[in-house]
T-cell receptor, first 113, second 115 residues
């Protein structure tokens, strides 16, 4: 069975400090991993996906298949990064849809001034 | 706002009543998803449609739940004989199929409270 674990429910850092939001997954097949973000009073939205290998708003995430992790990192946190972050997994199987996601419980990031 | 819209935003009902939620996806999107989110948890998949066909249902979707997308446009999610455990945020999302590029756009959700 597939599972996504975000061990930290809450994470606080000061502005300018590095931040790392942890995500571990379990899935025997080949997954695609995502980070979704929900800012206060806004909708859930895609932040980035591992297959794109992109940096969005200064965030990056590397898929480590050996450690089954997909941690989200940013070298210098900003106050506007304060939000709820969800790690999600999709199965890359024949006939599956990328929209069928398995989410972690989320990490609430607070960046203090 | 041309995003995914959901109606109502909030619904309070008594145990045993039936409720229906509506989702209007982004107009050109052929896929529509329903998720449920309870307090302190991430969203959980319920079901999805490609056009009007319901292609997958989660085991979370008991017999009391039914979803439709009659003309491949808007969708409704009905819960019959509501229970207190049904209290949650119900999220709708839509996308345009196309494997590697598929991207979900979420609505604001319908918050259900069952008293």
């Amino acid at each position: 069975a597939q599972r996504v674990t975000q061990p930290e429910k809450l994470l606080s850092v000061f502005k300018g400090a590095p931040v790392e939001l942890k995500c571990n997954y379990s899935y025997s097949g080949s997954p695609e991993l995502f980070w979704y973000v929900q800012y206060s009073r806004q909708r859930l939205q895609l932040l980035l996906r591992h297959i794109s290998r992109e940096s969005i708003k200064g965030f990056t995430a590397d898929l480590n298949k050996g450690e089954t992790s997909f941690h989200l990192k940013k070298p210098f946190a900003q106050e506007e990064d304060s939000a709820m972050y969800y790690c999600a997994l999709s199965k890359v199987d024949r006939g599956s849809t990328l929209g069928r996601l398995y989410f972690g419980r989320g990490t609430q990031l607070t960046v203090w001034p | 706002d041309t995003g995914v819209s959901q109606d109502p935003r909030h619904k309070i009902t008594k145990r045993g009543q039936n409720v229906t939620f509506r989702c209007d996806p982004i107009s050109e999107h052929n896929r529509l998803y329903w998720y449920r989110q309870t307090l302190g948890q991430g969203p959980e998949f319920l079901t999805y449609f490609q056009n009007e066909a319901q292609l997958e249902k989660s085991r979370l979707l008991s017999d009391r739940f039914s979803a439709e997308r009659p003309k491949g446009s808007f969708s409704t999610l009905e819960i019959q004989r509501t229970e207190q455990g049904d209290s949650a945020m119900y999220l709708c999302a839509s996308s345009l199929s196309g494997r590697s590029k598929e991207k979900l756009f979420f609505g604001s959700g319908t918050q259900l409270s069952v008293l």
